[in-house]
Structures are given as C-alpha cells and as structure tokens.
C-alpha cells in the first residue's frame, strides 16, 4: 500500500508529518532548523469570552463648579449587533438623566473590531447625535461598520456622551465584546 505523507507546522515552529490513507500511524514531532516564518499583520477575530465591564460617565466634582452643581446622569449602550437593515456592524449609545440641567448631550458611539493580538481597533465610521435623554429609536446615536464577509468576530462599542452646557467628566462606556459573523 502507498502512503502520502503531507508537511504541517505549527505557530511553535513545529513541523511532522500526517500520514493520509485509509491506515494511518502517529506522526513525530520534529523541532523546524530553519528561521520562524515572519508574523503576520494581526487580523479581525472572534473577541474572548470574558466581556469586560463598562464604565458609567457621572458629573465631575473637578469642573470648577460648586459641589451643589454637580448632577449625575447615565451612559448606556446596546451590544454590537447585525443590522436589520444592511450587512453591517451597528451599535447605539444614548444617555439617561439623573439629576442635571441639562435637556440635550451629544452622544457619540465608535464601534471596535477585535484583532488576533488582542487589541481593539476603531473601526467604521462614528456616529455622533445630539439627543434628548432616554434613548429608543430618532433618540440615539449610532455607529456603523459595513461587514466584508461573514467571518465570526469580536465587535464593542465606545459610547461618549457630553452634555451641552454642563461640564462633565471624560468616562465612556465599552460596552461588552459580542462575537458576530461580520468582519471588516
């Protein structure tokens, strides 16, 4: 019987060989004598399972007002999703007020695609809104990023809101990384 043999390596810099056939037989490992290949660019992947917390922007007692105007409010943002209506990465951000005097803020949501190096990068374009509090749809801001294909990736977004008139402090909320089959 013949057999083929097919060379495989590894990201260790491992190279044996895979017996193919109807009858095969474990292979050795054997440590490559020639240079690592050089490293590629990093490319878009699926994000780790562990979502990270987000943060919650609150007035600043640091804005050189009195403490008596300081006001709290909410930063809120959806996951990153599919949209309904193109094939494209999108995420909103909106804001809900506690106690400030503020009537509008201007939102602004960056999406994120997660690379096989562990960063997060900007990716799309931001979407920036100025908005009374409460969110729901014409109430929010939006940032989209069409899809190149239906790879499974890890996507998040950045949602900052500031409000008109009021100082505020320069917390943004990351909303946690979803895993959805839209590369960019």
């Avoid at 600043?60 to 943002?77: E, H, I, K, L």
């Avoid at 690379?115 to 749809?137: C, E, K, L, Q």
Wanted: hydrophobic content about 35%; glycine content about 14%.
């Amino acid at each position: 019987m013949r057999h083929a043999f097919r060379r495989i390596s590894t990201t260790a810099g491992i190279v044996g060989a895979v017996l193919l056939g109807m009858s095969q037989t474990s292979a050795i490992a054997v440590p490559a004598r020639s240079a690592p290949p050089p490293v590629p660019a990093p490319v878009p992947g699926p994000a780790p399972a562990s979502g990270e917390p987000g943060s919650r922007n609150t007035g600043s007692p640091d804005n050189s007002r009195a403490p008596s105007a300081v006001c709290f409010f909410q930063t809120r943002g959806d996951y990153v999703h599919i949209s309904g209506s193109a094939f494209e990465a999108s995420g909103h951000g909106w804001w809900i007020n506690g106690n400030c005097n503020a009537t509008l803020a201007i939102v602004t949501v960056q999406l994120q695609q997660y690379y096989a190096d562990g960063i997060w990068r900007n990716a799309g374009t931001a979407g920036s809104a100025t908005v009374s509090s409460g969110g729901g749809a014409g109430n929010r801001a939006t940032g989209r990023a069409g899809c190149l294909n239906g790879s499974l990736t890890g996507w998040r977004s950045v949602v900052d809101v500031d409000l008109i008139g009021l100082a505020d402090d320069p917390g943004k909320l990351v909303t946690p990384g979803q895993n959805i089959y839209c590369r960019r």
